[in-house]
Every structure is written in C-alpha cells, then in structure tokens.
C-alpha cells in the first residue's frame, strides 16, 4: 500500500510562487509514474504534471508549460512541483498521486492506483 501526503498549499497573489511536496511511504522508487492533478469546483480533474521514476521523463498539461516544473527527490521519498507565476486559473485542489505502472496519457487519471488526500492552491489578484 502506497500512502501520499501532500503539503505545501496555501493561498497567492497571481504571479506568486508555491511549491508543492508529496512525501510517499513506499518511496519514489516504488512507485513507475508519480503525478500531480488538480480540480476546481465545478471542473474536471485536470492532470498537470508527471513523471517516469526510473527514466525522468517528465510530461506537463500545455496550460502550464513553462511555469510548473515536476521533480522527484529520492533521498527524501518526495515528489516536487515547483509553480511559479501562477494565474486565477491555477486556483484548485491539487492531489499527488502514484501508479505501478509506466506514466501514459497525462490527462487520463485512471491510470493512479494511490491518491493523497489534496492541498488547496487560491490565487487572487
């Protein structure tokens, strides 16, 4: 049984900066694809980020390309997303989660066998 804890929300102004952190009990070798998805009230789960663990591949929604970088720290069992100059459309829960098997399609999140329980994100002007 994976277990992932996510932390590291809180609220912004746009433009601002967060880092998320997914501390995961079985480490970040365990797990084949690790990934972040976030959903807002009334919208889809929208995958945002993810990653290989034995390769580093890393794969981003084209929403934010450029801003949101995915990172894994082994040493620490703990999977990163860097977000920077966020916008009012960022504004979400944001879940970390893990499959055994290798990442595929990024917008599909059926492909997670572990789900941590969420960090929020605000962003206001």
């Known amino acids: 049984q994976v277990q992932l804890v996510e932390s590291g929300g809180g609220s912004v102004q746009a433009g601002g900066s967060l880092r998320l952190s997914c501390v995961i009990s079985?480490?970040?070798?365990?797990?084949?694809?690790l990934g972040w998805i976030r959903q807002a009230p009334g919208k889809e789960r929208e995958g945002v980020a993810n990653?290989?663990?034995?390769?580093?591949?890393?794969y981003y929604a084209d929403s934010v390309k450029g801003r949101f970088t995915i990172s894994q720290d082994n040493t620490k069992n703990t999977l990163y997303l860097q977000m920077n100059n966020l916008k009012l459309e960022d504004a979400a829960m944001y879940y970390c989660a893990a499959a055994m098997a290798f990442c595929y399609d990024l917008r599909d999140s059926r492909q997670y066998n572990y789900w941590g329980r969420g960090t929020q994100v605000s962003v206001s002007l």
């Open positions: 079985e480490g970040t070798y365990g797990p084949h694809c």
């Open positions: 990653v290989n663990t034995g390769n580093g591949n890393t």
